[in-house]
Structures are given as structure tokens and as C-alpha cells.
């Protein structure tokens, strides 16, 4: 069943044009590959 | 295959960096995987389930933020799903991190280089957000207008259908939901909200409450908030809407009749009143004219009898012959007169002049100048002359040729009716010719009108004689 009120908060507004530069320096690039490699630099450090 | 640690080059094959010596077990592991994810999500884009696709391409890039295809593929669907900005975020990063022989600059140039589309694209965004702000403070008219034109400007943005969707929903107008939901499902197969949606106006109707009932239930204090949406009714005619139609015709008619039809028969009445003067008016006018016309007519006829008059009494008017020659007449007498004037008295012979003046009628002379001219000329002339021919008279008389003198005689008398030796001696001229009937005249002119003349004596001696 569906509850309006609900619904309608699931609804975000959409970014316009002009805001795209924004938004792709907000995006976080961060992968699997960063995370290892840090998990990796941190193991290196420990070993020292 | 590029070693995460060192960056080199190095083969597929190894199992660790040649030149770091890091051990890239996992990290194969890592790339194969991302590698696997990026093909079910494009294996799901071709069958256009956009929103596994999605997810499938999401994980990919986790594993691997560098696999450009994928990042290709997701500004793909995104695009195609109607989020713009998604899209060419995704095709910036994948430039970003190749920047060389990458598809996304064909995918950029694409929608740039139509600034129309792009505009559309754009315009679609705002007027979504005005109408997802309309929605949420309650305005669905303004929200569903707005999204209406948002459906025009970019059909396939699929967060405007699901919103319009639920907006009907909301309404009760479950058909039109079902149609954006239709729309929304061609572009998006899988979309979980567009499914949902789609279950939700399926339900039976008896068993669940409409969505559109929410709100009066909330309003009338109901704790539940999760409310069941009926299922599509067509609405009964309402038959008192055309009783309320025909009741307002009927009012309207009389009010026309009762209000509005007296002035304009009042106006047409004043109308027709004004005509009506107006036609008297230029009618009194005609008359006056015509009465003038008749006046004027009569005028001229009489005006024509005078005309026919007096051209009567001209042409009956006769001009004397050689009127002008009246007083050519004259002149010459007067000219004549002057030059027997010039002469010597013994040389002078007015007889000529006395015959001339004798022809002329001083009643032909308008001026008075001329008849006084003829008046002295005969004064001067007449007894001159009258003298002249009883001298010859005598002559002849006293040679006894009493004929002769008889005709100088009588010119005498013609010239000069005072000469009255000259009337004596005709009486005496005719006695002699015993003509006693012209001596008796003469005689009794002698003794009547000179009776202090000194030839009454011998003028009565002889009338005593005769008779």
C-alpha cells in the first residue's frame, strides 16, 4: 500500500545543468583499489 | 595490465609487479570481478533493464573507479533514463581518467552541440523540481500541469512519470497513472518504483482504501498511515448540473425580457419617433420649395408675356426712314444758311433752305437742341423768303399775270402766315381770276386777324363788291 506522504519524500529534486560541475566534484572516486592500497600502506608502516 | 602500486606496464600473466615486486593475486581478483559486473549490467542494458544495469555498473566501479566502458555505459543509461546531469557527470570522469581515444568525447559533443536539446533538457530539470516543491506543499494541480510539460520537453525522464504517476494516484484518476506507468515501463523495464506503482493500481478494489482517501482519513483522525487506493469507477452523470444549466437559461431569459427588451424598444421607439419628425421636416421643406417653384414660374411667365410685349411694340415701332438723315437735313439747311450768310444781301437766296425747312417734321427731333436750331433757321429764313415771293408777287401782279402772282403769292402766305400784304394781294390775285369763293377767304383773313392793318379798308370795300 501505498502512503503519499511517504512517496513524496523519496522524491529528490533533479541537479540542473549549471550544476553539473558541482556535482562531479562531489563524486567520490574512491574504489576497492584505493581501499587496498591503503590497507597495504598501512601494513608496510606496521612491518617498519 | 598497469600495477596499481608502481603504475608500470607489465603482463596479464604475472602474478606480481616486476618492478614493486607487489603481489597483484587480489587485485586480478578485483579487475576480474569489476570486469563481470560490467558485463551483466551491460547484458541488462540490452534487454533495457536500465535499473539492474545500474546497479551492476555501480559495483563495477567500485571494484574498478577506472573502467571507462562502464563509466560510459552508466552516462548511457542515465541519459536515457532523462538524468542529464548523471550522464555527463559520468562522461567527465571517464575522460578524466582517459582522457585519449574515449567514446565520452563523442557522447559530450553529442548533446552539446545541440543547444536546442540541451535547453529542453534543462528546462525539463527546473520546471520538475518547481513541481516536486508544488507537490510537496500540497498544490497536485500545479504539480501535474508542470509535469505535463516536463513529460513534453524530455519524455524519457522517468522520476517525472513516477511523480505524475503518483500524483493521479492521489486524484483517483488510476487510468492516467496506468499510462505514464506504461510509458515509464517501455523506457525502464525493471524499474522497481514503476513496478510498485503498477502493483498498487492492480490491487482489488473492495479489498484495499484509494490513496485519494488518505487525507480525509487523516483528517478525520485515523492512526493508520498506510491507506489502500480504490479501484477505477466511472462517474455517474449528474443530471442536476443540466437542471442547474436550463434553471440558469430560464433566469437569464427573463432577465433579458425584463430589463434589457424595455430599453431597446424604447430606443427603437425614439428611433422611429425621430425618423418620423425628420420626414415631416424635409416634407415642410419640400413644400416650401415646390411653393417657391410656383412662384417662381408664375414670375416668369409674366416676365415672358412683358418681353413678348414690348418685343410687339418694337417691332411695331417704325423707324422713321432716314431718321438719321433727319438731322443730316437740318445740318445741311443750317450749313446752306451759313453760306447765304456770307454772301452779300443782295446775293443771298434763301429759297432752297425755306423748301427744306419746309420738308422737315420737328416732331421727329428728340433733342431739343435740333428743333431749336430748325425754329431759329425758319425765324430767320420764312419771312425772308415769304418777302422775296410777294415781291415777285407784285411784279407779276402788276403786269397783270395774275396767275403767277397768285403761286408767288400763296408761298408768301406758306412762309409767312403775318405777312398780310401778301394775303391781301392773293385775295386780290384770286379776285382777279374771279375765283370770288378763295378772295372772299382771304379777304375776311385780312379784316379778321389785321384788323389794324391798313389794307382792312380796301379788303372790306372789295368783299362788299363780291357779294
Known amino acids: 500500500m501505498i502512503n503519499f506522504d511517504e512517496e513524496i519524500e523519496k522524491f529528490q529534486p533533479s541537479p540542473e545543468i549549471e550544476q553539473a560541475e558541482d556535482v562531479i566534484n562531489n563524486n567520490d572516486l574512491t574504489d576497492i583499489t584505493d581501499i587496498l592500497k591503503e590497507l597495504l600502506k598501512g601494513d608496510k608502516e606496521k612491518q617498519q | ?467
Not at chain 2, 585519449?100 to 543547444?115: C, M, R
Not at chain 2, 451759313?338 to 443771298?348: H, I
Not at chain 2, 437766296?349 to 431739343?368: C, V
Open chain 2, 1 to 467: 595490465m598497469i600495477c596499481p602500486n608502481c603504475g608500470s606496464n607489465m603482463s596479464d600473466k604475472r602474478m606480481r609487479c616486476e618492478r614493486c615486486g607487489t603481489d597483484l593475486t587480489l587485485y586480478k581478483k578485483i579487475i576480474n570481478a569489476s570486469n563481470e559486473y560490467y558485463n551483466n549490467g551491460l547484458a541488462r542494458a540490452k534487454v533495457r533493464d536500465l535499473s539492474g544495469a545500474i546497479c551492476s555498473l555501480h559495483s563495477c566501479l567500485e571494484l574498478n573507479k577506472k573502467h571507462t566502458n562502464a563509466r560510459n555505459l552508466l552516462g548511457l543509461i542515465y541519459y536515457e533514463m532523462g538524468e542529464t546531469v548523471a550522464a555527463l557527470s559520468e562522461w567527465v570522469i571517464s575522460k578524466h581518467f582517459k582522457p585519449e581515444d574515449n567514446d565520452a568525447d563523442e557522447y559530450i559533443n553529442k548533446v552539446q552541440s545541440n543547444l536546442t536539446k540541451l535547453d529542453n533538457l534543462n528546462q525539463a530539470i527546473k520546471r520538475y523540481n518547481n513541481a516536486l516543491t508544488f507537490a510537496k506543499q500540497g498544490s497536485g494541480d500545479l504539480a501535474i500541469i508542470q509535469l505535463k510539460k516536463v513529460i513534453v520537453l524530455n519524455p524519457h525522464f522517468i522520476r517525472a512519470y513516477h511523480l505524475l504517476t503518483l500524483l493521479y494516484m492521489k486524484d483517483g484518476e488510476n487510468e492516467k497513472a496506468r499510462r505514464n506507468l506504461t510509458r515509464a515501463l517501455k523506457i525502464d523495464v525493471s524499474n522497481t518504483t514503476t513496478l510498485r506503482y503498477l502493483r498498487e493500481l492492480e490491487a482489488p478494489a473492495d479489498a484495499t482504501d484509494s490513496l485519494a482517501n488518505q487525507e480525509t482519513l487523516k483528517s478525520s483522525g485515523s492512526a493508520s498511515p498506510i491507506m489502500p487506493i480504490s479501484s477505477y469507477k466511472e462517474d455517474k452523470p449528474n443530471i442536476m448540473v443540466f437542471v442547474n444549466l436550463v434553471i440558469g437559461i430560464i433566469i437569464g431569459l427573463a432577465l433579458f425580457a425584463v430589463l434589457i427588451m424595455p430599453s431597446i424598444t424604447k430606443k427603437q421607439k425614439a428611433n422611429e419617433n425621430a425618423n418620423y419628425v425628420n420626414q415631416n421636416a424635409s416634407l415642410a421643406v419640400q413644400q416650401e420649395k415646390d411653393a417657391k417653384i410656383n412662384d417662381l414660374q408664375t414670375e416668369n411667365d409674366n416676365l415672358k408675356d412683358q418681353v413678348a410685349k414690348l418685343q410687339g411694340q418694337i417691332d411695331g415701332f417704325v423707324i422713321p426712314e432716314d431718321k438719321t438723315n433727319a438731322y443730316d437735313v437740318l445740318f445741311e439747311a443750317a450749313q446752306k444758311y451759313d453760306v447765304e450768310q456770307a454772301k452779300s444781301e443782295s446775293e443771298r437766296d434763301f429759297t432752297g433752305i425755306a423748301d427744306i425747312l419746309a420738308t422737315i417734321d420737328e416732331k421727329q427731333y428728340g433733342s431739343d437742341a435740333a428743333v431749336a436750331l430748325l425754329t431759329q433757321l425758319r425765324t430767320e429764313i420764312y419771312p425772308v423768303v415769304s418777302e422775296g415771293y410777294y415781291q415777285s408777287g407784285r411784279s407779276n401782279y402788276n403786269r397783270a399775270k395774275y396767275e403767277d402772282a397768285q403761286a408767288y403769292f400763296e408761298k408768301a402766305v406758306k412762309f409767312d402766315q403775318e405777312n398780310v400784304d401778301a394775303i391781301y394781294y392773293l385775295g386780290r390775285s384770286y379776285d382777279h381770276l374771279d375765283n370770288k369763293d378763295q378772295a372772299t377767304v382771304y379777304y375776311n383773313i385780312v379784316i379778321t386777324d389785321f384788323p389794324d392793318s391798313s389794307r382792312v379798308s380796301n379788303a372790306k370795300r372789295y368783299l362788299e363788291q363780291l357779294q
